[in-house]
Antibody
Framework: EVQLLESGGGLVQPGGSLRLSCAAS????????LSWVRQAPGRGLEWVSG???????YYLDSVKGRFTISRDNSRNTLYLQMNGLRAEDTAIYYC?????????????WGQGTLVTVSS | DIQMTQSPSSLSASVGDRVTITCRAS??????LVWYQQKPEQAPKSLIY???SLQSGVPSRFSGSGSETDFTLTISSLQPEDSATYYC?????????FGQGTRLDIK
């Protein structure tokens, strides 16, 4: 059974940093692309960042230069380092698994971790 | 970036009704289109991928059609448990983009 368990969310002041983690199990982690998708309170879904099976990464324009996605295939874990956080980054952050390495959609989602940016 | 536009933004229908939600892409995405269902306090769940392929385990009353820029999600006979918000998403190219969502309520 595929499981994605996010952690690391919380309350942070504007300008602060957080590191989200996603522990994965139930599939061959290194064979699939992964992404982070967020959902602000009462709003729709927004893709944030993705990483392919190697080191190729992609970012939403509004987080480029502030967020860094990475993966540790030996630990089956996905990360999102978030720096320079802004109020508009407040959201539930979901770890999502792609169906392949390219041309994929998201077939499994974690339950999400809440990030609140507020003073 | 590819913009995804869903309509309507919300609708209310009765059990047994046929319901259609549309999604339009701002450029050709071939069939790289997926539909998700999200219920309150839950993560989204994929229903249809490749514009028209039914995800395993999803009831057959759900179907998808379309290609290039115009897509449709149809529920053939609405059930109470279909009350949810539905999102389309393109995966043709980065950045991956979602429609704004369609909230479906049961009368």
């Amino acid at each position: 059974e595929v499981q994605l368990l996010e952690s690391g969310g919380g309350l942070v002041q504007p300008g602060g940093s957080l590191r989200l983690s996603c522990a994965a199990s139930g599939f061959t982690f290194g064979n699939y692309a992964l992404s982070w998708v967020r959902q602000a309170p009462g709003r729709g879904l927004e893709w944030v960042s993705g990483i392919r099976t190697g080191t190729t990464t992609y970012y939403l324009d509004s987080v480029k230069g502030r967020f860094t996605i990475s993966r540790d295939n030996s630990r089956n874990t996905l990360y999102l380092q978030m720096n320079g956080l802004r109020a508009e980054d407040t959201a539930i952050y979901y770890c999502v698994k792609g169906t392949g390495d390219t041309g994929y959609y998201f077939d499994f989602w974690g339950q999400g971790t809440l990030v609140t940016v507020s003073s | 970036d590819i913009q995804m536009t869903q309509s309507p933004s919300s609708l209310s229908a009765s059990v047994g009704d046929r319901v259609t939600i549309t999604c339009r892409a701002s450029q050709d995405i071939n069939s790289y289109l997926v539909w998700y269902q999200q219920k309150p306090e839950q993560a989204p769940k994929s229903l249809i991928y490749g514009a028209s392929s039914l995800q395993s385990g999803v009831p057959s009353r759900f179907s998808g059609s379309g290609s290039e820029t115009d897509f449709t999600l149809t529920i053939s006979s609405l059930q109470p448990e279909d009350s949810a918000t539905y999102y389309c998403q393109q995966y043709r190219k980065y950045p991956i983009t979602f429609g704004q969502g369609t909230r479906l309520d049961i009368k």
